[in-house]
């Protein structure tokens, strides 16, 4: 079993930073697949950010060169460190971990966070 939390989010500007942070309790850690994913209101859950058990990272597209997924398995933590923030990143961001299967598809992540909502205005 794996427990996640996540931490780090709130209201930021436009052009603003957010750090991210998910802290994973059991001794595996470093085996896991770590993933960030993101559900706006009225919208479906996308994927944002993944990291593997061996640091290769991946990234949605409209994130990419702004956000930076990181890991310390010392810490048993995963990081989203979100620059340049825009309104449409407004949404609940979750933490998964998954073991096998494919680092964007949701289905593939056994557990999840119970989310923390991260508010960019304009």
């Known amino acids: 079993q794996v427990q996640l939390v996540e931490s780090g989010g709130g209201l930021a500007q436009a052009g603003g930073s957010l750090r991210l942070s998910c802290a994973a309790s059991?001794?595996?850690?470093?085996?896991?697949?770590m993933g960030w994913f993101r559900q706006a209101p009225g919208k479906e859950r996308e994927f944002v950010a993944a990291i593997s058990w061996d640091d290769n990272s991946y990234y949605t597209d409209s994130v990419k060169g702004r956000f930076t997924i990181s890991r310390d398995n010392a810490k048993n933590t995963v990081y989203l460190q979100m620059n340049s923030l825009k309104p449409e990143d407004t949404a609940v961001y979750y933490c998964a971990a998954r073991r096998t299967g494919y680092y964007s598809d949701y289905l593939s992540y056994d557990y999840w966070g119970q989310g923390t909502q991260v508010t960019v205005s304009s």
């Open positions: 059991g001794r595996t850690f470093s085996f896991y697949g």
